[in-house]
């Protein structure tokens, strides 16, 4: 199931979502010279992320699993990807996607998204995006993660 949530992330946010964000938005804030110091942090994120997923998927093997040091490695490197990506969607989220409004004209806007769509159906094929949701949702079952209600906390 690691391997399998690693080449989720690989293949849909490193490869499709990151690129997406270095190829077309963040060239957009370096002309416009706004957020600058930000899009190069999470440039210097997307890199360490890429290592962290090539690393989990090089060693998320079953030998590796039974031996105390390479899980400790993993769980490392697993806890290091949480914390950098958690702070890093919201900061997009919060600051760089909001941004983006005001230095893209509206009609420009909704051709970029137009183009994105055309990129996600020539990577993943017609419904791509409900396809890797699909996969996530079968990694969540198999996890037992998939009741949202179970992290509510109690009162």
């Not at 946010?13 to 690129?19: C, D, I, L």
């Not at 031996?67 to 600051?95: N, S």
């Not at 949702?137 to 198999?142: F, M």
């Amino acid at each position: 199931m690691l391997s399998g949530s690693a080449g989720i992330i690989k293949k849909f946010v490193q490869e499709y979502h990151e690129k997406l964000e270095e190829d077309f938005l963040f060239p957009r804030f370096a002309q416009a010279g706004k957020l600058v110091d930000l899009v190069a942090v999470l440039i210097v994120q997307h890199w360490a992320g890429r290592k962290v997923t090539d690393f989990l998927l090089a060693n998320a093997k079953a030998e590796n699993l039974k031996d105390p040091k390479m899980r400790q490695g993993l769980a490392a490197h697993l806890h290091a990807f949480c914390r950098m990506y958690r702070p890093h969607a919201a900061r997009e989220d919060t600051v760089l996607f909001p941004a983006l409004r005001t230095i893209v004209p509206a009609r420009e806007f909704q051709e970029m998204g137009e183009k994105f769509e055309d990129i996600e159906q020539e990577k993943f094929g017609k419904n791509g995006f409900e396809k890797i949701v699909a996969e996530v949702a079968g990694l969540e079952k198999a996890l037992g993660i998939e009741d949202l209600a179970q992290f509510t906390p109690k009162s």
